[in-house]
């Protein structure tokens, strides 16, 4: 039998051979397509340029960059602690080398880069159409721009890959300074804006587009003219402005970049005048529920049947709906949320502080779920103990029978675990009408919207000291939300920027806004701090009966800004101090792979 | 496709054979290393006939070249070493800080290298590379996975008179499984972890402090406290039958009735202890063999 099986093959091989060996051996791939073929193809050009989309990532996976700063605590910690507690090193960088959050770091980015260079150095070449070649183009700009940002916002300067490195290449390569990445950026995003069309129909749209390449270069540009970028002196040109610039001519072009997606005349803001602060608060909520709307720029689309990891309503909803609780809203950001007259909130004033929920600026109600706030019905086994719907995350309701819990406390007879300890729950991103437990929403994730772009023009036109221009973009936001107007004043910097915390709650911006301010070192030293409610009434049943309620602030988690473990390789020639946490470590394999990187100080 | 267009492909493996071997001809000889083998035998006494099967499978893998980055130091290169064939079975890819204790107290804290957040009750990393910090470069490369290097197999069946038996042992040998729970605010921890860890009045013991979820450095760095022997031999099958008397059989009008009992899952022998060895979740989260028992009856017409 082996000698049969042996002559066989032999037989067969030599039939082979005579077929010419080069021919039948060298064969193309049939799980992959080489070169040549994708791009003489436009549907398979296109298909690996949907590919590098993905690079993009989104917010709304389970551990979101919210629980980094100060709007959330995340329950579920996955190495978060160590990032608010400023206990991050190169070797432990704790929540932000988790997978989800490939989008801010260091090697996906750069695979994603490869792809988009990949794209740049073939489409010229392309044998279909002009016009899609163009068109796409323009999107591998913005991508490979987009990837940059991204970079920046976490290490600054970075090194600039343009070309294809091959196998047994020498991939050793320094980082190139704060400005010549910004201004490698701002160049790309202008080749993609010259590529791109306005708008997309059909299943194009997400595309990128114009607008969106002219708001990435807006945002770069508010970056670069910030305070971290222009201390001086500057400790090491990767993390800032090498030589004094003149900010003036940078807020300058940061409001000019602004302006020009202004002017495009395809966006505006989502319902801008409500009637009342009811329906401003639903018109702010329906903005991220909305598939696509006037006000988004880019916006990332996700279908329920499939996982691309965004389960917002699952990962965050409170535990008595048999949701997982995620990342819980803290006081710091509930306590600045306005009254709905625009004046601050203060747990001093005996108003206040007896109803803290009562008369807030609008988007707190589309934003946070909070005791008492209305929600929907509860799942059939969690009914029988409320009726009514109402999230409860009151610690101590004093019966005639005894003491209970809130439903959606840790004290819950209800999957206490997925308890939150702040006493708020997410509600932005959230469609109360989905049964959360079971069900994926499709709510999309959005990159860039005309909020940001308005924000971004009215901090320039602040620094700029053109503040009837500041206002004008403020106030088209606070009308939407249905507050009142700000006005001129030497609180209009801290107005805007409060504005901006609101406004873009929990939509990766804080994190960076606060670094790039400088105001990091007060804010994020702050404690989270969560609510502790107490009350009284007659039993869980009936909420007519509960009374009562007191309200005490209690902290939830200590954090930190720097400490000596943050410190620890820090170079005593570097004078931009207390620079830890500014910018994000560089991993240590990487550094270990090239040994030109130079790691942020402070670590 | 880019990446090879044209060029060798990145990895050349040398692979010791495949783990599952068949039953019935020995096919080995003409390799050079212990190969996957089976071998069997059949006998018959009389009455008694008996038949002995056994088969051993040997597989490693090893990476003789790939462009694997320069720079990382000397104990974390992976050429060389087996290959991480899955995430689950080789956890952190491979690279595990090596444990070699637990700080007892303060003074013991003062006598290691140790990380500033370091407490009595934490894991002690050895500090590999001498600098004195734990850092990434102290990780090492644990060349055992979740696939086992042997697997074994031996099954012993004898036919008495109207009996018939069958035994199938099963083994798994050289295999590493990663096991931490979730444990603290999510839920429990094991009743070993729980024994077994430090606290201020108990500083002597083998474990380390409760923790909560990931706020401990040695549970988010993957190090080889929690690096278990997966290695076990299980008493798979055990089998008898018995065939009724064939003039029985007749009066029910049926050519054979044959009677069995058997039962799976017999029995364990295993360091892991905790949860079952073939587990390949590192959280333990794997859905356990049960031991089974059935008895029936085989009727032929």
Known sequence: MRRDIRITTATLLVLLGAGGCNDILDVTPKDQFPDQAVFADPSLAEAFLNDIYRGLGHGLYEIMLASMTDETHFIHVYATDRIVQARITSSDRGALDDGRFAHFNWGPNYSRIRQANIFLSHIDAATFDDASKQRMKGEAFFLRAYFYHNLMRMYGGVPLITKVYGLNEDYTVARNSFKETVDFIVANADSAAALLPLSYSGVNVGRATKGAALALKARVLLYAASDLYNVTPCGQPENCYATTQDRAALWRAAKNAAQAVMNLGVYSLFRPSPANAQEAAKNYGDLFLQTMSEEVILSRFFLSTRDDGAYPNRDNGPNGYHTWGGNTPIENLIDDYRMLDGSKFDWSNPAHAAAPYANRDPRFYASIAYDGAPWRARPADVLKLDPYGIIQTFRALTTDSGVVGGLDTRDSPIENWNGGYSGYYLRKFIDPSINAQFTREQVPWIFFRYAEILLNYAEASIELNEVGDALNALNQIRRRAGMPDLAAGPNLRDEYRNERRIEMAFEEQRFFDVRRWMIAPQVLSRPATGINISLTGANRLDRSTWTNYRYQTATIQDRAWSNTSCKLDQDPKNDFSDVCMYFMPIPRDELNRNGLLKQNPGY | ?301
């Not at chain 2, 804290?109 to 850092?135: E, M, S, V």
């Not at chain 2, 036919?159 to 798994?172: L, N």
């Not at chain 2, 009008?253 to 979740?281: I, M």
Request: glycine share 8%; aromatic share 12%; hydrophobic share 35%.
């Open chain 2, 1 to 301: 496709m880019h990446e090879l267009d044209g060029r060798p492909p990145r990895h050349h493996f040398r692979a010791g054979g495949s783990k599952r071997a068949t039953r019935g001809v020995a096919r080995t000889q003409r390799q050079r290393r212990p190969e996957p083998f089976a071998t069997g035998s059949q006998q018959v006494a009389g009455d008694v006939s008996y038949d002995v099967t056994f088969n051993f499978g040997h597989a490693r893998n090893r990476i003789n070249y790939w462009d694997e980055p320069p720079g990382a130091p000397p104990w974390q290169r992976s050429t060389g070493h087996p290959m991480c064939v899955s995430v689950t079975s080789c956890p952190a890819g491979g690279l595990l800080y090596k444990a070699i204790g637990i700080f007892k107290d303060s003074a013991d804290l003062a006598r290691y290298c140790h990380r500033t957040d370091a407490r009595p009750g934490d894991i002690i990393f050895a500090d590999i590379d001498g600098d004195c910090k734990i850092t990434a470069n102290d990780r090492i490369r644990i060349d055992q996975n979740g696939n086992p290097t042997y697997t074994l197999g031996l099954r012993l069946g004898a036919q008495v008179k109207k009996f018939d038996f069958t035994v199938f042992f099963q083994g798994a040998f050289d295999a590493v499984q990663y096991f931490i729970t979730e444990s603290g605010e999510i839920g429990n921890f094991t009743q070993e972890f729980a024994a077994n860890r430090w606290t201020p009045t108990n500083p002597n013991a083998p474990g380390p402090r409760a923790f909560n979820r990931q706020e401990e450095y040695w549970v988010s760095n993957a190090n080889t406290y929690f690096l278990r022997d997966a290695s076990y031999i299980r008493l798979k099958s055990v089998e008898i039958g018995y065939h009724a008397p064939a003039r029985l059989a007749a009066g029910l009008g049926l050519h054979d009735v044959r009677l069995y009992a058997n039962g799976y899952n017999l029995l364990l022998l295993d360091q892991f202890q905790v949860v079952d060895p073939e587990t390949r979740d590192s959280n333990g989260q794997y859905y356990p063999q049960q031991r089974v028992f059935n008895v029936g009856a085989t009727v032929t017409f």
